[in-house]
Each structure stands twice: as C-alpha cells, then as structure tokens.
C-alpha cells in the first residue's frame, strides 16, 4: 500500500507543480481570457490536487506511526478493499 501511496503522491506533487510552471505572463496574449478561464479551471483542479496531496501526506505519516488502516473514528480496521479504492481513507465506510 505505501508504494501506492507513494505512487499518488508522485502523481499530485507533479500536478501542482506542472501548475506553477504554467504561470507564465499571458497578459499580453490576445488568448488571455480563455487561458484566464482554463486557469481558474486548472486552479480548481490543483487545490483539490494540494488536499489530496495533503490526506496522502497523512496516510504516509499514519504508515510511519502504525496507525494505518484504522478508522480514526471507531477504531476498527478499514477493509483492505476500501483502503484499495481509496489508499487515503482515514474512517471505515460505516464512519464515512
Ligand atoms: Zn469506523
């Protein structure tokens, strides 16, 4: 699981980055209010990225201290194919 973790981690870091990359100057661009209008799209995108950057983030450190795979409400084991869906999940379907 921590190689898929990482491996999304991978995937997120590179998208928030190739973002900042694309903040080029278009002010003079006679395309600029369509890339301002894809910009405010891709923003959109890369800050849901940065969270779920962030909950990766949590589920390495969660990996590191032992405590991946519980639910961080109830306690109990997240099922195995939950944790495949979704590598992140902090509570078990029940706890939502
Ligand atoms: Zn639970």
């Known amino acids: 699981m921590s190689r ?3 491996t999304l981690r991978g995937d997120y870091t590179g998208m928030v980055e190739a973002s900042r990359d694309t903040n080029a100057d278009d002010e003079h661009d006679p395309e600029g209010a369509t890339i ?3 910009r405010s799209q891709l923003d959109t ?4 990225a940065t969270r779920r950057l962030a909950e990766i983030e ?3 450190a969660r990996l590191g201290d032992g405590t991946y795979g519980l639910c961080e409400a109830c306690g109990r084991a997240i ?3 939950r944790l ?13």
Not at 45 to 48: N, S
Not at 84 to 96: F, H, L, S, T
Request: net charge neutral; charged share 30%.
């Open 79 to 81: 099922p195995a194919e």
């Open 4 to 6: 898929r973790l990482a």
């Open 84 to 96: 495949e869906v979704r590598p992140d999940a902090r509570r078990c379907v029940a706890c939502g």
């Open 36 to 38: 301002a209008f894809e």
């Open 58 to 60: 949590a589920a390495l």
């Open 45 to 48: 995108l890369v800050q849901q």
